[in-house]
């Protein structure tokens, strides 16, 4: 089983900044992509960025380009997602997620693990 665990979540006013991070734990694949996905009040669930093994293959949702980063660690096992110049409508709880594989997906489906979720909430 694996374990990611979500922090970084909170409350900033448009214009600001914040860095998510979700640790993988337990019993880890040998080579795996991670991703972030979101899911406002109301809404469905959507893909937001992700990375392969290596971190050097990212996709980002449109919505999110050139405004958030996604990056892994040293050790591979945690994943950031620095988000800037945030708005309202990021508004969401945000996912980790992982997959057995070394290639990154924007597909939820393709996502075999997942965390609680962090709360980001931004003020207009």
Not at 8 to 14: E, N, P, T
Request: hydrophobic share 35%.
């Amino acid at each position: 089983q694996v374990q990611l665990v979500e922090s970084g979540g909170g409350l900033v006013q448009a214009g600001g900044s914040l860095r998510l991070s979700c640790a993988a734990s337990g019993r880890t694949f040998s080579t795996y992509a991670m991703g972030w996905f979101r899911q406002a009040p109301g809404k469905e669930r959507e893909f937001v960025a992700a990375i392969n093994w290596a971190g050097d293959n990212t996709y980002y949702a449109d919505s999110v380009k050139s405004r958030f980063t996604i990056s892994r660690g040293g050790a591979k096992n945690t994943v950031y997602l620095q988000m800037n110049s945030l708005k309202p409508e990021d508004t969401a709880v945000y996912y980790c997620a992982t997959r057995g594989f070394p290639r990154a997906t924007m597909l939820e489906h393709e996502y075999e693990y997942w965390g609680q979720g962090t709360q980001v909430t931004v003020s207009s």
